[in-house]
């Protein structure tokens, strides 16, 4: 696969809401608005165009709520994806769906050997040559273990203890080869050291901004795009020469998600060693 410039895959939230509960973000009593919905999916849509992203579009679809989330469809590694085994019933729903994308994009889709869930992008995040791995929630350690051979890489699977970041893209965002941004509290100890040694710039954010989604940013080259008040990792950004993009997505939070997770780069992450752009 070639890509002449950065290449995401997002789903339009024609059918998105909040129609069951499977992190402590949603509730059936907060209903998204439809309309907001529309919009704030569409600025940033908009917002990544502006960066020079070419989106590519998932066609939604009905009685599939979370299908926006397209960091969750699979592993992106060349021309191979490996899709999820999703944890819960619910989106279990969506793998059909992705694999079709995919093939028709010229992708090979392939299935993980059997043993263990595993949420895609959403819990596995390159770093130089190295995947950071996610594990409890909603992946198992030995599916990510499976994944890396199959890749031939390094993982570092580090566990998370905290049910509001069930998702590693919650609380941890590669820059670059040598720089994320995270939210300690977020991992173990044991995988906080595994994480400060995978990637030695570390910018941690606060619990107040780590609860509006400040780790779950879209990085392009030197643009950050991500939810609405996180001001001071903002101000962090651009300390290191990086600009923040806010784009309001309170609508996708009651979901428990935000940028990175309405997104799946296609042409690798500009904190991947690897990249199929031209
Ligand atoms: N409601 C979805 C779920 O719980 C949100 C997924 C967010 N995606 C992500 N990559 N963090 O599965």
Redesign the pocket.
């Known amino acids: 696969m070639t890509f002449d410039r950065p290449t995401i895959l997002m789903c339009p939230p024609d059918y998105y809401g909040i129609e069951y509960e499977?992190?402590p973000w949603?509730s059936r009593s907060r209903a998204s608005d439809r309309d907001r919905a529309q919009l704030q999916w569409q600025a940033l849509r908009n917002q990544l165009e502006s960066l020079g992203v070419d989106i590519r579009l998932l066609a939604p679809q009905p009685g599939l709520p979370?299908l926006v989330?397209t960091?969750?469809a699979g592993l992106v590694h060349r021309d191979v994806v490996y899709l999820s085994r999703f944890r819960h019933p619910e989106?279990q729903r969506e793998t059909p769906f992705n694999r079709a994308w995919f093939e028709a994009a010229g992708f090979s889709a392939r299935d993980l050997p059997p043993g263990g869930d595993f949420e895609g992008a959403?819990d596995a995040l390159f770093v130089g040559e190295t995947l950071v791995a996610g594990y409890l929630v909603r992946s198992d350690a030995r599916a990510e273990q499976d994944l890396a051979a199959e890749i031939g890489c390094q993982v570092i699977p580090a566990q998370l203890v905290d049910d509001r970041y069930?998702?590693l893209?919650?609380c941890f965002c590669p820059l670059n080869a040598t720089t994320a941004i995270w939210h300690p509290p977020a991992f173990d100890d044991y995988g906080r050291r595994a994480i400060e040694a995978a990637a030695p710039q570390l910018i941690a954010v606060a619990e107040a901004e780590a609860q509006r989604f400040a780790c779950?940013a879209v990085v392009v080259g030197r643009d950050v795009v991500l939810n609405t008040g996180c001001e001071q990792l903002g101000r962090e950004l651009e300390r290191i020469g990086y600009r923040a993009h806010p784009v309001e997505l309170d609508e996708f939070i009651k979901?428990?998600?935000s940028a990175?997770?309405l997104t799946l780069r296609l042409d690798g992450e500009d904190a991947a060693a690897w990249t199929d752009r031209a």
Do not use: P, S
């Open positions: 499977i992190n949603m979370d989330f960091a969750n989106r959403g069930y998702h893209d919650t779950n979901a428990g998600g990175k997770c």
